[in-house]
């Protein structure tokens, strides 16, 4: 079946790094997605990974490991308005490509 | 405008009544995209339209009834709906379904609350 699968909450202190993981079982496998989602707000795109390693974008860093079927978003220095659902979402080419979403990791970041 | 716009941002509707949710991407994109996000859920898939066509179904109940006529703009048509429908409803758009261009740009959803 298809599973994604990230924690449901966590906080962390401003200025601090924060690794938010995410797990998948999915029949095909064709990229992996974060998402960042302000409370009543779109998800807007953060990253994307289809290899293996490590990408950086700015505070933002995705890690890809296809054959753990793992992936984690690193955010470094953070500021208040990085309190948001971080959503993580796999692109199954075996299913016209389209995105599974996991349910989304609440980050509250604190003073 | 730029991007993907969504209305209404907020519904209030009763169980008998007809509404209808619009989408409208500004970006010149070929596929749009429906999904519903209830809390604690993931982002659910309902509908797939590419090229104004309907690529996808993800077994929506037929109270859901999607329409695109154009490759703009997306309607998501509402009757009868109950209770557990009530969610938040993003429209997404890519521009195209498949492939490396399949980056979804999202709207900002309508909150939609059946009574």
């Known amino acids: 079946g298809q599973n994604i699968d990230q924690p449901t909450e966590m906080t962390a202190t401003e200025g601090a790094i924060v690794q938010i993981n995410c797990t998948y079982q999915?029949?095909?496998?064709?990229?992996l997605f974060w998402y960042q989602q302000h409370a009543g707000e779109a998800p807007t795109f953060l990253s994307y990974?289809?290899?293996?390693g490590l990408e950086e974008k700015g505070r933002f860093s995705s890690f890809l490991s296809r054959s753990k079927g793992y992936s984690y978003l690193l955010l470094k220095e953070l500021q208040m308005k990085d309190s948001a659902s971080y959503l993580c979402?796999?692109?199954?080419?075996?299913?016209?490509?389209?995105?599974?979403f996991g349910t989304g990791t609440r980050l509250q970041v604190f003073p | 405008e730029t991007g993907v716009t969504q209305t209404p941002r907020h519904l209030v509707m009763g169980m008998t009544n007809k509404k209808s949710l619009k989408c409208e991407q500004h970006?010149?994109?070929?596929?749009m995209y429906w999904y519903k996000q209830s809390a604690k859920k993931p982002l659910e898939l309902m509908f797939v339209?590419?090229?104004?066509?309907?690529?996808e179904n993800n077994s929506v109940p037929s109270r859901f009834s999607p329409e695109c006529p154009n490759s703009s703009h997306l309607f998501l048509h509402l009757h009868t709906l109950q209770p557990e429908d009530s969610a938040l409803y993003l429209c997404?758009?890519?521009?195209?379904?498949?492939?490396?261009?399949?980056?979804?740009?999202f709207g900002p959803g309508t909150r939609l609350t059946v009574l």
């Open positions: 997404a758009s890519s521009q195209e379904m498949a492939g490396v261009d399949n980056e979804q740009f």
């Open positions: 999915t029949s095909g496998f064709n990229g």
């Open positions: 990974n289809v290899l293996d």
């Open positions: 979402a796999v692109r199954d080419p075996g299913n016209t490509d389209k995105l599974i």
């Open positions: 970006l010149g994109h070929n596929a």
């Open positions: 339209y590419s090229l104004e066509e309907r690529v």
